[in-house]
């Protein structure tokens, strides 16, 4: 099967949601999520029907708090080396098509645009399931390396913004996230 990977666009992006409201909760991506302005996303579509997404997003390292309190809370000192945080935000593929390379081929899109904006430093949270972390073979290939467990990482913003966890259901939330990080490999 051959996957094209291409930017989310308008035409695409209520498959991704869909994708998304399977995978990651009913309410959890918006609109914005996806293509903001300050959001760098794209999909993979294999035989004409997007396959997943993933976003991605950079940040001064002073706001890394507000979209994510308790991960700036679980960052140890040495992760904020860097003024600018790539943030790879949010990686869905279609169960039926999970385990055939697309959420790496994903990933690395988003990795290769904090290189390409001389980003060192980027990370990725890994929803913590029932039966392990998804997303950990991912993070693994792409050179992230498990830095903290974020306990209840989404507790708060699933009240606030009221979506529900396929794990939880109705908010709150308390599933906890596994914290990766990754230096760009020629940074020293």
């Known amino acids: 099967m051959t996957v094209h990977i291409c930017?989310?666009?308008?035409?695409?992006l209520s498959s991704c949601l869909a994708i998304a409201e399977?995978?990651?909760?009913?309410?959890y991506l918006l609109e914005k999520d996806l293509l903001g302005t300050h959001v760098y996303s794209v999909c993979g579509v294999a035989n004409g029907k997007v396959a997943g997404f993933a976003a991605g997003r950079i940040l001064d390292r002073r706001r890394l708090a507000a979209p994510y309190p308790k991960v700036a809370e679980a960052v140890p000192d040495v992760l904020l080396r860097c003024d600018r945080i790539g943030v790879v935000a949010?990686?869905?593929?279609?169960?039926?098509?999970?385990?055939r390379g697309i959420g790496t081929a994903l990933?690395?899109?988003?990795?290769?645009?904090?290189d390409d904006q001389n980003i060192t430093q980027a990370i990725l949270l890994g929803w913590?399931?029932?039966d392990g972390?998804?997303?950990?073979?991912?993070?693994?290939?792409?050179?992230?390396?498990?830095?903290?467990?974020?306990?209840?990482?989404?507790?708060?913003?699933?009240?606030?913004?009221?979506?529900?966890?396929?794990?939880?259901?109705?908010?709150p939330c308390r599933c906890s996230a596994v914290l990766y990080a990754r230096y760009r490999p020629d940074y020293r």
């Not at 930017?7 to 695409?12: A, E, G, I």
């Not at 990933?107 to 904090?114: L, S, T």
């Not at 390396?145 to 794990?167: H, I, M, N, Q, T």
């Open 7 to 12: 930017n989310v666009s308008q035409k695409t």
């Open 22 to 27: 399977i995978q990651l909760g009913k309410g």
């Open 90 to 99: 949010s990686v869905a593929v279609r169960q039926d098509l999970q385990r």
């Open 107 to 114: 990933v690395q899109k988003v990795v290769q645009y904090f």
């Open 128 to 130: 913590v399931a029932p």
């Open 133 to 171: 972390v998804p997303i950990a073979r991912i993070a693994s290939a792409m050179g992230f390396a498990e830095k903290a467990v974020v306990p209840e990482c989404w507790y708060d913003d699933s009240l606030s913004r009221g979506y529900l966890c396929p794990a939880c259901g109705y908010p």
